[in-house]
């Protein structure tokens, strides 16, 4: 599916310099918001419809520790947006939808310090790794205001607020230190399924972003 739309993407790509001559318009926005940074394309396809082609990403780390245990974390947010614009109204609003190519990932490590780490219900000397991604390809359905392709050359600004559909969260967790291989596989499975039951409300990513466009 991934590579599918891989292909999608790249199609869209060369349509959108092939017929950009034939086509209402075309104008490039820079953007930040939930999902990152990012740049992408809009080509006007008729006077009320709008496609668009992007690229969204951001890394950030963040390190605390809570219960004697020192946590290591990396937010690695990075899509591909496919999306149709409709603008029902003479005005800026527009309902948008979609495909994203999802490589969203959280990866993690817990660490003990001093002390042993609970691991499904009973406590290990060792430390934890994880990672936890979700579906390589998600829906996408929200509303905005702004027309990057507008009546007249120039600069723009627009607003997105939609859900990113991208499924329950897949988790794997990977014991390490001298005593890994003593972790009962069951308390393993068990705690996976326990952090996957916590963080089940992001399979609903909020998306909001705002972005400066310029048509040419």
């Known amino acids: 599916m991934k590579r599918k739309l891989g292909l999608m993407v790249a199609l869209l790509g060369m349509g959108l310099l092939g017929n950009n001559a034939m086509a209402e318009g075309f104008a490039l926005t820079g953007k930040a918001g939930s999902l990152g ?3 992408e394309g809009t080509l006007g396809m008729t006077e009320s419809l709008n496609a668009r082609l992007g690229f969204n990403g951001f890394n950030y780390d963040y390190s605390y520790t809570l219960d004697d245990t020192d946590y290591d974390l990396t ?3 990075q899509t591909i ?3 149709a614009d409709w603008h029902p109204f003479d005005s800026g609003f527009r309902v948008s939808a979609g495909l994203m190519s999802n490589n969203n990932e959280l990866t993690g490590r817990a660490l ?3 002390g042993s780490l609970n691991i499904g219900g009973t406590d290990y000397d060792v430390g934890l790794d994880a990672i936890i991604g979700f579906n390589s390809t998600a829906p996408y359905l929200g509303i905005g205001w702004g027309n990057a392709i507008s009546a007249d050359k ?3 600004f627009n607003l997105d607020v939609g859900v ?3 499924g329950s969260p897949e988790v794997s967790l990977t014991p390490f230190g001298a005593d890994a291989g003593i972790v009962d596989a069951d308390d393993l499975a068990a705690e996976v399924q326990r952090v996957e039951s ?3 409300n992001f399979k609903y990513y909020p998306v909001v972003s705002l972005g400066v466009s310029y048509k040419f």
């Open 37 to 39: 940074l990012g740049l």
């Open 75 to 77: 937010l690695d947010l």
């Open 81 to 83: 947006s496919l999306l």
């Open 112 to 114: 003990p310090v001093g």
């Open 154 to 156: 120039g600069w723009g």
């Open 164 to 166: 990113l559909f991208q």
């Open 198 to 200: 916590d963080l089940e």
